[in-house]
């Protein structure tokens, strides 16, 4: 299946990801590769999807949940140990101007 | 004759080594293998003697277990508090976890030695290991090999005996193909066998912490110490109390044979080395029977599908804020989220994340993602199905044998067939293992697959020990990696 460039441009938008105009060129066949191979699917199943369980659905036992239990939260500063944080925050430019 | 495992754990309580001088030993092997091999990313020197302390003490209180005072490695995406863990991936380079994964846990409690973290695909998202961040490990039997993937650098340190064993995730084969790659064994349990609590997670409904182990009995010792139910993970299960038994009986075991797994691309060698192992069940009094699994041909493909779903919304959380990398100039948050996922993600994943983008985006979301999800319900029930008249399946792990090193893209269809054997499994979340079963006239390791049923793990595993105890299968090291 062929895919346009526009809208390979929005699939990076929306993963929030950016190609330059070369690797976009070189990405596109290997992507449309992958989607054939995916369209295989299409093959065994055609037609309406609305009677189709979501994944989720069959994945858990309900019926086993355990209570909810409050515990004490990990420290902060051990969190932000890892990161840019400032005063027990994590740290970013200024979003509201 | 004992395992690698009880072998050690038998020095170690009769006094015949205590456990810093067997991490010693180990320490010294590391620094003179892994260069060749690039199997461990981190080595934890220090945690490891701090382990060895630990684990002789117990040993002197006579409190050892099976796995106290053996020196083990965790891949990289396996969360250790304090100490990094990159999924081989620029993004969570520096990362330093803040809390243990439940596996690493259970080990660290009966004295496990912990050795270093070992290198696997970024994010495990690959079949060769090739696209770690910090380049491919090397295969211990050939170096011109890749390992496989995605827990390359685990299965290459177990064959070198650069750990006593590992831990691997396995997402659609990522144990038991480089296990099979490499001459290790590789055991996937069930799927909530053990806890994912602390797995960076790739694909949250795929994905399951297994061993890779010199033998069967290893491979058992350590599934027993790991599995469990988890309160910190919900998908987890109570597991078969006691310890799992390998008796090895297969006298009126009922095979399944799926033919869908033995057609078009598996190597001839590979077949026939499968199909030797076959007879070797037959004549010990197990009934083979050929079975038919027609969902095979669209298993790849509901795999991809799902895999880059969860993947893309997995991944979302890394926005340069909370974790890792942050890419330096860019004008406002949002500028800084696009250019540090840029940055930090490689090639593959950022293939994944795309696709798996586009079989979720509106238009597109009905005609993948959700007939993958009623695809996956027919591969389970095909399963279920076959699993009424047979109590495990004998396939092949991978259709070739390893592969050069650089001799496929990473990221192709022809790269992602590698995995045809061993996604089924994943996808109906059942058990498997991967044991050697040959070697080839190039000297290359065929792995054979087996398959049961789901929490019948300890089925899978007794099959499994049948084969290894009547068949003796030894596979050489190269020479350089022999010390």
Same mark, same amino acid.
């Given at each position: 299946m062929a895919i346009t460039e526009k809208e390979l441009k929005t699939l990076a938008k929306l993963s929030r990801l950016e190609f330059s105009e070369e690797e976009l060129a070189g990405f596109k066949s290997g992507f449309e590769e992958m989607i054939e191979f995916c369209d295989g699917i299409n093959s065994e199943i055609g037609g309406d999807t609305s009677s189709i369980r979501e994944v989720g659905s069959m994945q858990t036992e309900w019926k086993d949940l355990r209570e909810d239990v409050v515990e004490e939260s990990l420290p902060n500063e051990k969190i932000l140990s890892n990161v840019h944080g400032e005063r027990g925050y994590f740290a970013v430019k200024r979003v509201v101007k | 004759m004992s395992g690698r495992i009880k072998t050690l754990s038998d020095m170690l309580k009769k006094g015949e080594i205590s456990s810093a001088e067997l991490t010693r030993r180990y320490i010294s092997r590391i620094e003179k293998i892994n260069p060749l091999l690039n199997a461990y990313v981190l080595k934890t020197f220090d945690e490891a003697i701090r382990g060895a302390e630990y684990a002789d003490a117990l040993i002197k209180q006579g409190k050892a277990g099976a796995l106290t005072g053996i020196p083990f490695a965790l891949k990289d995406n396996i969360c250790t508090d304090g100490i990094e863990t990159t999924c081989c991936s620029h993004m969570l380079e520096g990362f330093k976890p803040y809390y243990d994964a439940t596996v690493w846990q259970k080990l660290k409690s009966v004295g496990a030695v912990l050795l270093g973290k070992t290198n696997m695909d970024e994010f495990a998202m690959g079949s060769s290991s090739e696209t770690s961040y910090y380049g491919a490990p090397k295969n211990p039997v050939n170096l011109s090999k890749v390992t496989g993937g995605s827990s390359g650098g685990s299965a290459a340190a177990v064959k070198a005996d650069i750990a006593a064993y590992s831990l691997g995730s396995d997402t659609g084969g990522s144990v038991r193909q480089p296990a099979s790659f490499c001459g290790a064994v590789g055991f996937k349990p069930t799927y909530g066998a053990v806890s994912r609590y602390g797995l960076i997670a790739y694909a949250s409904s795929l994905d399951q912490i297994g061993p890779l182990a010199d033998s069967v009995e290893d491979a058992a010792i350590i599934y027993d110490a790991i599995r469990g139910q988890d /309160? /910190? $993970?919900? @998908?987890s299960c109570p597991t078969a109390d006691g310890v799992t038994k390998l $008796?090895? $009986? %297969?006298?009126g075991l009922k095979i399944g044979v799926p033919e869908e797994f033995f057609s078009e691309g598996v190597d001839e060698e590979v077949k026939k080395s499968i199909e030797a192992a076959i007879c070797l069940y037959e004549r010990a009094g197990a009934k083979i029977k050929k079975v038919k699994f027609p969902a095979m041909k669209v298993a790849l493909s509901v795999y991809y599908i799902l895999c880059c779903a969860e993947a893309s919304s997995n991944l979302g959380r890394y926005d340069g804020i909370r974790y890792g990398f942050r890419a330096k100039d860019y004008g406002d948050i949002d500028e800084m989220i696009v250019k540090t996922r840029t940055l930090g993600f490689g090639k593959e994943v950022k293939r994944r994340i795309m696709l798996g983008t586009y079989v979720l985006s509106s238009g597109y979301y009905d005609a993948y993602y959700k007939k993958a999800c009623l695809l996956r319900e027919r591969i389970t029930a095909e399963f279920d199905e076959i699993f009424k008249d047979c109590d495990v399946l004998l396939t092949p %792990?991978?259709? @070739? @044998?390893a592969f050069d090193i650089g001799g496929r893209s990473a990221s192709s269809v022809q790269a992602y067939l590698a995995d045809v054997c061993t996604v089924p499994v994943n996808i109906a979340r059942l058990p498997a293992i991967s044991l050697p079963c040959a070697v080839t006239k190039e000297g290359l390791p065929v792995g054979l697959q087996i398959i049961g049923r789901r929490f019948d793990d300890g089925r899978v595993l007794s099959s499994a020990y049948f084969f290894e105890r009547e068949a003796c299968v030894k596979v050489p090291l190269c020479k350089e990696v022999q010390l």
């Amino acid at each position: 299946m062929a895919i346009t460039e526009k809208e390979l441009k929005t699939l990076a938008k929306l993963s929030r990801l950016e190609f330059s105009e070369e690797e976009l060129a070189g990405f596109k066949s290997g992507f449309e590769e992958m989607i054939e191979f995916c369209d295989g699917i299409n093959s065994e199943i055609g037609g309406d999807t609305s009677s189709i369980r979501e994944v989720g659905s069959m994945q858990t036992e309900w019926k086993d949940l355990r209570e909810d239990v409050v515990e004490e939260s990990l420290p902060n500063e051990k969190i932000l140990s890892n990161v840019h944080g400032e005063r027990g925050y994590f740290a970013v430019k200024r979003v509201v101007k | 004759m004992s395992g690698r495992i009880k072998t050690l754990s038998d020095m170690l309580k009769k006094g015949e080594i205590s456990s810093a001088e067997l991490t010693r030993r180990y320490i010294s092997r590391i620094e003179k293998i892994n260069p060749l091999l690039n199997a461990y990313v981190l080595k934890t020197f220090d945690e490891a003697i701090r382990g060895a302390e630990y684990a002789d003490a117990l040993i002197k209180q006579g409190k050892a277990g099976a796995l106290t005072g053996i020196p083990f490695a965790l891949k990289d995406n396996i969360c250790t508090d304090g100490i990094e863990t990159t999924c081989c991936s620029h993004m969570l380079e520096g990362f330093k976890p803040y809390y243990d994964a439940t596996v690493w846990q259970k080990l660290k409690s009966v004295g496990a030695v912990l050795l270093g973290k070992t290198n696997m695909d970024e994010f495990a998202m690959g079949s060769s290991s090739e696209t770690s961040y910090y380049g491919a490990p090397k295969n211990p039997v050939n170096l011109s090999k890749v390992t496989g993937g995605s827990s390359g650098g685990s299965a290459a340190a177990v064959k070198a005996d650069i750990a006593a064993y590992s831990l691997g995730s396995d997402t659609g084969g990522s144990v038991r193909q480089p296990a099979s790659f490499c001459g290790a064994v590789g055991f996937k349990p069930t799927y909530g066998a053990v806890s994912r609590y602390g797995l960076i997670a790739y694909a949250s409904s795929l994905d399951q912490i297994g061993p890779l182990a010199d033998s069967v009995e290893d491979a058992a010792i350590i599934y027993d110490a790991i599995r469990g139910q988890d /309160r /910190r $993970d919900s @998908t987890s299960c109570p597991t078969a109390d006691g310890v799992t038994k390998l $008796d090895g $009986d %297969v006298k009126g075991l009922k095979i399944g044979v799926p033919e869908e797994f033995f057609s078009e691309g598996v190597d001839e060698e590979v077949k026939k080395s499968i199909e030797a192992a076959i007879c070797l069940y037959e004549r010990a009094g197990a009934k083979i029977k050929k079975v038919k699994f027609p969902a095979m041909k669209v298993a790849l493909s509901v795999y991809y599908i799902l895999c880059c779903a969860e993947a893309s919304s997995n991944l979302g959380r890394y926005d340069g804020i909370r974790y890792g990398f942050r890419a330096k100039d860019y004008g406002d948050i949002d500028e800084m989220i696009v250019k540090t996922r840029t940055l930090g993600f490689g090639k593959e994943v950022k293939r994944r994340i795309m696709l798996g983008t586009y079989v979720l985006s509106s238009g597109y979301y009905d005609a993948y993602y959700k007939k993958a999800c009623l695809l996956r319900e027919r591969i389970t029930a095909e399963f279920d199905e076959i699993f009424k008249d047979c109590d495990v399946l004998l396939t092949p %792990v991978a259709p @070739t @044998t390893a592969f050069d090193i650089g001799g496929r893209s990473a990221s192709s269809v022809q790269a992602y067939l590698a995995d045809v054997c061993t996604v089924p499994v994943n996808i109906a979340r059942l058990p498997a293992i991967s044991l050697p079963c040959a070697v080839t006239k190039e000297g290359l390791p065929v792995g054979l697959q087996i398959i049961g049923r789901r929490f019948d793990d300890g089925r899978v595993l007794s099959s499994a020990y049948f084969f290894e105890r009547e068949a003796c299968v030894k596979v050489p090291l190269c020479k350089e990696v022999q010390l």
